[in-house]
């Protein structure tokens, strides 16, 4: 029942920008901890940002100064502002929450299906 909706990817030129959403839904009590993870083609799966309820942040090395990560908790939507992007961000950016579901009675992570983003030089 509870799901995580991406949009936003797309193909877009080296030095463009691009904005990610991912809203959750469902039967949500709590939700700790929202944010982006992505995976290049061949590599595995790294943390790209994270934004806890306070709205506290955290971003990888690789995007600090390009991207920016945003919360709304009263619509339990996630954004992620890329700018300045570059081919190596080239990857399939995943949703991620830890959220606590009346279904399941304790807090576990969440994944959204995926959203392909593909900068191109």
């Known amino acids: 029942q509870v799901q995580l909706v991406e949009s936003g990817g797309g193909l877009e030129q080296a030095g463009g920008s691009l904005r990610l959403s991912c809203s959750a839904s469902?039967?949500?009590?709590?939700?700790?901890?929202m944010g982006w993870y992505r995976q290049p083609p061949g590599k595995q799966r790294e943390l790209v940002a994270v934004?806890?309820?306070?709205?506290?942040?955290n971003y990888a090395d690789s995007v600090k100064g390009r991207f920016t990560i945003s919360g709304d908790n009263a619509k339990n939507t996630v954004h992620l502002q890329m700018n300045n992007l570059k081919t190596e961000d080239t990857a399939v950016y995943y949703c991620?929450?830890?959220?606590?579901?009346?279904?399941?009675?304790?807090?576990?992570?969440?994944w959204g299906q995926g959203t392909q983003v593909t900068v191109s030089s």
């Open positions: 934004i806890n309820r306070g709205g506290s942040t």
């Open positions: 469902g039967s949500i009590v709590s939700i700790n901890v």
């Open positions: 991620n929450a830890d959220m606590y579901t009346l279904t399941n009675g304790y807090y576990k992570a969440y």
